[in-house]
């Protein structure tokens, strides 16, 4: 069953450093998403992404975070300037469909800033 | 913007037990709810969904109804065995933008015990 892939599972990072968290999204999607769950604490929305362009994001997603499809597979999340309260689980989603379609989580990469 | 409210936050039942959780919504133009579960360690994972235009969905054990008018959605659990130990989300979504990002409730940590 396709799946979507997230590396690293585990990133730690000193604050200020740049991250970049990666995702292979489902060979067949052509919506992304980025959400993020400081530990127990909701998932919440960060950004979605269609036709190489950002369709709509949080406001949590200010311009430290950016997001790109370099190529036909991969979907990344770069924040440049780390926080602290940017430690978090940050999980990518993808969907086949517009609309209410079902979008399929990855395991998450766990960001942790020191 | 739309919040979804989720409870309860914690359920211990008897295995065979039922499991009920409840999740209000805000959005009125909300039309898809999809439930997760998430186990320890590993990312949302999609279990059943409903949209606006249905009042129930039943898949084996589980099932989702729908209450348009009060702005309510239920996950049922019937005949609980140890494995559906985990936290379950709730998540609305609504068509502005039409990509659809999901806002999620607080989550239940269901334990069914043997």
């Known amino acids: 069953e396709p799946e979507v892939t997230q590396t690293p599972s585990h990133q730690v990072t000193q604050m200020g450093q740049e991250v970049i968290l990666r995702c292979v999204p489902i060979s067949n999607h052509l919506y992304f998403y980025w959400y993020r769950q400081i530990l127990g604490q909701k998932v919440e929305f960060l950004v979605s992404?269609?036709?190489?362009?950002?369709?709509?994001k949080s406001e949590i997603f200010d311009d430290q975070f950016s997001v790109e499809r370099p190529d036909g597979s991969n979907f990344t999340l770069k924040i440049r300037s780390t926080k602290l309260e940017d430690s978090a689980m940050y999980f990518c989603a993808s969907s086949a469909r517009q609309g209410a379609g079902e979008q399929y989580f990855g395991p998450g990469t766990r960001l942790t800033v020191t | 913007g739309e919040n979804v409210e989720q409870h309860p936050s914690t359920l211990s039942v008897q295995e065979g037990d039922s499991a009920v959780i409840k999740c209000t919504y805000s959005?009125?133009?909300?039309?898809?709810f999809p439930w997760y579960k998430q186990e320890l360690g590993k990312g949302p994972q999609l279990i059943i969904d409903i949209r606006s235009n249905v009042g129930e969905k039943k898949d084996q054990r589980i099932a989702v109804t729908l209450n348009k008018t009060a702005k309510h959605f239920s996950l049922h659990i019937t005949e609980t065995q140890p494995e559906d130990s985990a936290v379950y989300f709730c998540a609305a979504s609504s068509p502005g933008g039409g990509y659809n990002k999901l806002i999620f409730g607080a989550g239940t940590r269901l334990a069914v015990h043997p």
């Open positions: 959005d009125s133009a909300s039309n898809y």
């Open positions: 992404f269609y036709n190489n362009e950002i369709s709509e």
